[in-house]
C-alpha cells in the first residue's frame, strides 16, 4: 500500500504497465480512504493570535472536513490521519492561536448543515465561494482553482470543455459546483436538440475516479488541482481533457455572523502569509503558485 506523502506529491506511484494492475492499485488505495478517523493533533506553541471564544471544546479547533479530495483532504494509507495542503494549513493556523486541531471526516454535500448545526467550529474542504454559499456562511478565502476534466489517455472522445459531453458519462462528487456545472451543460445540450449528459454523482472523490478506472463514465469533472493529482498519480492511464475553467477562490468556511471565530481565523491565515508559512506549504505539495491567493485581507466586522 503506497501512503501519500507531501514528497511524494508528483511521484509516479504505480509503476504497474497495463491497466489492470493500476486499476487495482487505485482501488486498495481508495478503499483505505474511505475508512479514515478523525484525526487531532497537539501543540505547545505559544499563541500569536487570540483564539476564539467560542470553540465547541476548550482548547481544540475542531474542523470539518471531506478527507476524500486530495491533495488538499486524504487520508495517509500508512497512519490513518487526514493529511493535505488545507489539513496542514489549519492545523498550523491553529497552532498560531494555542489551540490543538481536531480533523473530523465530513460528507461534503451536508458539511455546511453540520457546520451551522454547531458540530464543527470550521469547515475547510476545498469549498469553493459562491453567491449561494455566502448566504449560508462565511468564509476566509485562502486558495483560487478552477475546473478541469479528467479522462483515459488518448482522450477518445476529444474532449475539451463539460459542454462537449452531451450524450456522454460524467462521474462528479455530490454538491460541487462541478455538479451545478455538468448539470447546467445538459441542460444546454437539450435546449440544442443534442443528448442530455449522463452525470453520475458519489460522495466520494476517490469512488469517482473509480467510475473512470472502470470504464463505467467517460471522464470525472472536479477542481483542477484534483485533476492534476490523479493525472500524476497515474503516468500514461490518464490525461487532462482541455483546459482550466472558472477559477475562483475557494474559503476556509465560518458559521454566519461568527465576529468571534471569523476574526481568529482571519488574523490566523493573515499570519500564515506574512510569515512565509503559507508559501511554504505551496512548495511542500507542488501547487501552483496561480492557486494562491493574492492579498492579506484585513479581518472584516461580522455584523
Known sequence: ??????????????????????????????????????????????AAITAPTDLIAAGTLTVGSDTTYPPQEFVDTTTGQATGFDIDL??????????????????????????????????????TINPDRQKQVDFVPYFSAGESLLVPKGN??????????????????????????????????????????????????????????QGRVDATYQDSPVTDYY??????????????????PEGIVVRKNDKSMFDAIQASFNLMKSNGTYDQLFSQWHLSDSQKVSDVRPNRDVA
Open 231 to 248: 493525472n500524476s498519480l497515474n503516468p500514461g492511464q490518464f490525461e487532462v481533457g482541455g483546459s482550466v475553467v472558472n477559477a475562483a
Open 90 to 127: 489549519i492545523t498550523k493556523m491553529a497552532a498560531s492561536m494555542g489551540l490543538k486541531v481536531n480533523i473530523v471526516k465530513a460528507d461534503f454535500s451536508t458539511i455546511i448543515d453540520s457546520l451551522n448545526a454547531k458540530r464543527y467550529d470550521v469547515v475547510i474542504s476545498a469549498m
Open 156 to 213: 477518445p472522445k476529444h474532449l475539451t470543455s463539460i459542454n462537449d459531453a452531451c450524450g456522454l458519462k460524467i462521474g462528479v462528487q455530490s454538491g460541487t459546483v462541478e455538479q451545478d456545472d455538468a448539470n447546467a451543460a445538459s441542460s444546454a445540450c437539450t435546449k440544442a436538440g443534442k443528448p442530455a449528459i449522463t452525470i453520475t454523482p458519489l460522495q466520494d472523490q476517490t469512488a469517482v475516479v473509480q467510475l473512470l478506472v
Open 1 to 46: 500500500m503506497h501512503s501519500f506523502s507531501p514528497q511524494k506529491r508528483f511521484r509516479p506511484l504505480f509503476r504497474a504497465t497495463v491497466f489492470l494492475g493500476a486499476a487495482l492499485a487505485l482501488m486498495m488505495v481508495f478503499a483505505a480512504c474511505g475508512n479514515s478517523t478523525p484525526t487531532t493533533t497537539t501543540t505547545t506553541q505559544k
